[in-house]
Every structure is written in structure tokens, then in C-alpha cells.
């Protein structure tokens, strides 16, 4: 047995030998008694060393840690040749009564006079598990707010959306039984202007509160909107069963629910479909907020219920794929471009590419309102490919005329695409048959297409940026949205949903995920772009927070390319933006207009678009104009 005695008559040489390390080294012997310890005891437990010597390592360690860590020591003292066999983390009293977190970093066995004990290298890791700590409660607390309403704190439509999705993959006989069904209500925005926000949420909140006691045991409540309530009923639930809480759901619109506001008259109507597996979780809760709309068509005071009909919405949408067809064949189908610019300097930093028909009967004609008849066809990949060969030809074109002072370009990507099979190659064709260089190209996905496939998409999403593209994720906060999939992703870009930047600062919820998103891009190293920016006092919030740049109806609709070419054209050769820095309103607003004078001589911009261009409020931008239509500067 080695004594602590004979390991004393080394310490003088091992202190020499370690006294300048940061680490804690310990000789233990067999008896578990301490015969050596280091200088740097005294920094990391506040006790000198000659305290800790002689006496059991047991009455330093805390009680549930020194199991594992006597289990170690005598694995290691079993030979000389053996090795820790994982490390351990203890935790060892200080001298004011305090823990330090201790790493057992190296454990070798010794000998001194023919006997065994292990020497042991403590490294102290208190801050870091503080801060591991600290990041779990952060990652809980955004993972929390991204998959619940901030109102009600119920969860959310994209974790409602997560919980059907794995029921449909786990248990697909159950989820083919599943009725859900919702009670929306009609008239929230009628109780904000009546009673205040404050009070209107209030009663909001206690309308889940009694929902939650009135569905039946085994149900899932969550929330698609502020009033719109989902109730995922238990697999097997009966048809009466669902007529009873039809009928009780449709009863709490005439019970008292906030003390403040007691005789409230709320309009609540109720909607019920089905899950359907085969169409997917997001198309069956599209189909329920349709049941509750059409439910509210036929009254707005008294409660109704309406089934979905789903077989005439499949209908109308294989009546539409034909003309789909046609019209890719026919050259109908053209990408416009809405410009993206800089938060602080207003310059324009890119465009998203995005899809219109141009319909020979109805004009321009958004995606979404012919791409979804198609997202289930091959034709989807067709048409993927199509935007991808067009946007590389533009970005290829800009690159060779404004060369590093071209815009960047970000094209979507649908879930077929991914899940059809080297798409990264796809991308590779196109950006060598245009000549583009990929570093302008940015490719927009959500989280959801993004992890449709693990690993085969995070495998080609990566091969995508090895060639020098980026990588966007759109609708941010819809989808799964955690620091997981973030982490897994490893996207440059990163795109807040259009849903949260319409309510920034207005509703407490969404402007507390639009900050949490804008410093999580930041954490992360991505550049956060807010989508559908729509008002001076948005954009104002949204530099406030930190956010890199905007996208939205408050700077451009998208437009074709020639109009795209004229923003461009009109973008200074150097500096900032127009207007940022010019002391002279009058001036800055004559140029901002001017400047969407060029996109369409026929368009005119209104007074938030000429403010945020110039970068001033919208009032200094109202008397600008004034000023110069006396002056006859502007019609």
C-alpha cells in the first residue's frame, strides 16, 4: 500500500514540478486518503495545500459524486498500464462553504516504494458549467417562447404542426382517427379597440384556460392565432363525444371569463375536419381554419359548426395542375425581383427571386396561388430547376456588369427538390452553365425542407456552400426552430417570418421573437433579414434590435427584371444610401423619389416608402413633400 508518508517525501519535487500549473493535481492512495496536493489548491478551493493533505478525499466531495469517482480511482489503480476510462466530472467544497465544478481531466496510476495509488488532474470548470447552465435555460426559454403563444402560452400552430407530423409518422392508424377541432374567435380585434389590449388578452387567456378544462382527457390544446383554438381530440373519440365538446366549446362564448370585463360578448364559432396523414399536418390545419371560416360566413354572432368539405378544395387543385402544365410549357412563368437593402445605409444588398404567371386572362398571378396545386408532382422539380437556371442567368448578368458591386440573389427551394436527389449537383450545372460565381447565390428553405431528410439533406445543403453558395433559412420561427436544427443547419442567412415582423411592436409575443431571433442570428453568425416590412415604424424597430437588413412592400413589390436593372442603375457609385447622412430633408426626399421615380414612371411611391428610403420619419418625409409640391418640385 502506498503510504501517505512516502508520497510526502516526493511532494518537494512535485511541487517544483507543477507549482506554476492552473490545474489541481492530487495524489490519492489506496485508502482514498490524500497524499499530495498542488499549489494551485489554494486558488481553486480557497484551502491551502497542506489542509488537504492526510486527510480523506470523501470529506471533500459531495455526497452523490463519490461513487462515480472512487469507482474511477480504483479502475485505475487495478494496473499501472491502466487508463481513465471516461472522464468525471465532481464536485469539491471550497473553504467558504461553496461547490467547484472539478473535471478529472488525467488519471495515472503511481508507485513510490513498490506500492499503487493514482494521481489525479483536477481542471477546474466551474465557469464553464455555469455557462452550459446558462445556455440550457436560455435554449429552454427561446425554445418555449418560438412553440408558444405568448398570449395564452398555449403551444403554438408550428408545434401543433410538429406534434400531428409525429403522430402521422409513429402511429399512422391513430392519426388516420384523429378529429380536430377549433373554436376561433371572431372579434379580437373588436375587444382591443373596446376594452384595450391588456383586457382583450385577458380574456383571450382565460378563454384557454377554459378550454383546456373542457376538452377531454388525453386531448392536445394549442393555438394557431391570437383566438383561434385547436383541439386535437384522442384518437377513438366517439361521434357524440365530439357533438358534446362541439356543444360545450360553443357554450363558454356567454360565460363570464374576466373579472374586469364581466358581460363580454364574444362571437365564437366552431370548425371541425379531420387528420388526414396523406396531405401532411400543415394542409389538415389549413383545412380547419377553413371549416371555422366558413362556419363564421353564415353568422357572425351565433355560434355554428361546419365540416370541412376537403374533397372539393382536392378537386379544384387537380383541376388547376393542367393549366399549371401549360403554362410552364408556354414560357408564362417568369421570376421578379424584390430588392433586400441594408437596414442602416438603405443600399440595395440583393434580391429574392421570386415566381409569377403571367396570365394570359388574370395578369401577374402569385406562387402561392397556382404552386401549391403542384407541390405533390413532378412538375415541381421542373419548375425548381427552371427558377434555378433563371436566376443564375440574371445574377450572372448583373455580376458581369456591376461586377463586385452586383447584388446578391436568393432563390426558394421546395422539399421535392431536396428530396429528389443531388440537388447540390443541379445547383453546380446551372452556376457553371451561366458562368456565375456562386458566392452571389443565396438558397432560401425552411427549417421543416431542411430536415425532411436528415442527414441526405444536411449532407447536400453542405455541399452546396462548399461551392461557395449560401445558405437562408426562410420563415424562421414557423417551422421547428431550435438551436438544435440551427446548429445543424449551419445557414448563413437568416429570414424572420413575415407573421412576427407585422406584429413587432404591437404584440408582446411577436416582438419578443423577432429580438430573440435577430440576437440569435447574431450568436450564430448569420445575417437576418426581416420579411414583409410594410411601415416606417417597423423598419425603425427592426434597426433598433439589430436586425441586418429588410425585405417588404415598404421598399418594393418584386418587379420584373428591367425594373429590377433601374433600382440598380439608380444606386450611388459609392457611400451610403441616399439621404442617410444629408443634413437637408427637402433634398433627401426629392431623391428618394426620385429613385422610385425610376422603377415605374407610372408608380407612385407612398410617403412611409419615401421615408424609409431617405432614412427619416415618416412625418419629416410628409412635410418634405409638402414643401416641394408648393415649390412645383414634385406632382
Not at 363580454?264 to 375536419?273: C, D, F, H, I, N
Amino acid at each position: 500500500m502506498l503510504c501517505a508518508r512516502e508520497i510526502r517525501r516526493s511532494s518537494q519535487l512535485l511541487s517544483a514540478a507543477l507549482g506554476a500549473t492552473s490545474d489541481v493535481v492530487v495524489i490519492i492512495d489506496d485508502d482514498g486518503v490524500i497524499g499530495y496536493a498542488s499549489p494551485a489548491a489554494e486558488r481553486v478551493l480557497g484551502r491551502p495545500a497542506r489542509q488537504l493533505r492526510d486527510r480523506p478525499v470523501s470529506e471533500f466531495v459531495h455526497d452523490d459524486d463519490r461513487d462515480a469517482l472512487f469507482d474511477l480511482l480504483a479502475h485505475v489503480s487495478v494496473g499501472l498500464s491502466a487508463r481513465s476510462p471516461a472522464v468525471v466530472r465532481v464536485r469539491a467544497e471550497r473553504a467558504d462553504g461553496r461547490w467547484a465544478e472539478l473535471e478529472a481531466a488525467r488519471l495515472e496510476p503511481v508507485a513510490v516504494a513498490g506500492q499503487t495509488g493514482v494521481m489525479v488532474v483536477l481542471r477546474d470548470v466551474t465557469a464553464l458549467v455555469q455557462t452550459e447552465r446558462d445556455l440550457d435555460r436560455v435554449r429552454a426559454e427561446y425554445d418555449f417562447v418560438a412553440t408558444h403563444d405568448a398570449v395564452t402560452g398555449l403551444p403554438n400552430r408550428a408545434e401543433l404542426e410538429r406534434r400531428l407530423d409525429e403522430l402521422c409518422e409513429h402511429d399512422l392508424d391513430a392519426a388516420r382517427g384523429t378529429q380536430m377541432v377549433m373554436a376561433k374567435v371572431l372579434d379580437v380585434d373588436e375587444l382591443r379597440e373596446r376594452y384595450g389590449a391588456h383586457d382583450a388578452d385577458a380574456v383571450v387567456r382565460m378563454l384557454g384556460r377554459a378550454i383546456r378544462t373542457t376538452v377531454t382527457p388525453g386531448a392536445f390544446v394549442a393555438v394557431g392565432e391570437t383566438g383561434e383554438f385547436v383541439v386535437v381530440n384522442a384518437p377513438g373519440t366517439s361521434p357524440t363525444e365530439l357533438d358534446e365538446l362541439t356543444e360545450q366549446l360553443t357554450a363558454l362564448a356567454d360565460q363570464p371569463l374576466c373579472e374586469r370585463i364581466p358581460h363580454v360578448e364574444l362571437s365564437l364559432v366552431v370548425g371541425r375536419t379531420d387528420l388526414v396523414p396523406e396531405r401532411g399536418a400543415a394542409a389538415s390545419v389549413d383545412q380547419l381554419v377553413h371549416a371555422a371560416r366558413w362556419a363564421s360566413a353564415g353568422s357572425t354572432r351565433s355560434p355554428v359548426v361546419h365540416a370541412t368539405p376537403g374533397r372539393d378544395d382536392a378537386r379544384e387543385r387537380l383541376r388547376l395542375v393542367p393549366d399549371v402544365a401549360r403554362a410552364f410549357a408556354a414560357d408564362e412563368l417568369a421570376l421578379h425581383y424584390q430588392p433586400i437593402r441594408d437596414a442602416h445605409s438603405g443600399r440595395v444588398a440583393g434580391f429574392e427571386g421570386l415566381l409569377r404567371w403571367n396570365h394570359p386572362d388574370d395578369g401577374v398571378v402569385c406562387a402561392s396561388e397556382f404552386l401549391p396545386a403542384v407541390e405533390g408532382t413532378a412538375l415541381i422539380v421542373d419548375i425548381g430547376d427552371f427558377v434555378l437556371a433563371q436566376g443564375c442567368a440574371q445574377l450572372a448578368r448583373w455580376q458581369r456588369r456591376y461586377g463586385e458591386n452586383a447584388p446578391s440573389l436568393a432563390l426558394n427551394v421546395s422539399a421535392r427538390q431536396l428530396r429528389n436527389g443531388d440537388f447540390a449537383g443541379r445547383v453546380y450545372n446551372e452556376v457553371a452553365r451561366s458562368g456565375a460565381d456562386p458566392a452571389g447565390l443565396c438558397l432560401e428553405l425552411t427549417e421543416t425542407h431542411a430536415l425532411e431528410r436528415e442527414p441526405c439533406a444536411l449532407a447536400d445543403l453542405a455541399r452546396v456552400r462548399q461551392l461557395g453558395a449560401s445558405i437562408a433559412l426562410d420563415d424562421f420561427g414557423t417551422g421547428y426552430s431550435s438551436l438544435h436544427h440551427l446548429q445543424r443547419i449551419a445557414a448563413d442567412v437568416l429570414k424572420i417570418d413575415r407573421s412576427f415582423v407585422r406584429n413587432v411592436g404591437i404584440d408582446t409575443g411577436a416582438t419578443a421573437i423577432v429580438r430573440a431571433a435577430i440576437e440569435l442570428g447574431a450568436a450564430f453568425g448569420m445575417t437576418t433579414v426581416a420579411e414583409g416590412v410594410t411601415t416606417v415604424e417597423q423598419h425603425r424597430l427592426l434597426l433598433a434590435m439589430g436586425c441586418d437588413r429588410i425585405q417588404g412592400f415598404l421598399i418594393a413589390p418584386a418587379v420584373p427584371a428591367e425594373l429590377a436593372e433601374a433600382m440598380l442603375r439608380a444606386e450611388p457609385s459609392d457611400g451610403p444610401g441616399v439621404g442617410v447622412d444629408d443634413p437637408e430633408k427637402d433634398v433627401d426626399v426629392l431623391r428618394a423619389r426620385g429613385r422610385l421615380a425610376l422603377i415605374d414612371e407610372q408608380y407612385v411611391p407612398s410617403e412611409d416608402e419615401v421615408a424609409a428610403l431617405a432614412g427619416m420619419t415618416a412625418d419629416d418625409a410628409r412635410s418634405g413633400l409638402t414643401r416641394l409640391r408648393r415649390r412645383g418640385s414634385v406632382t
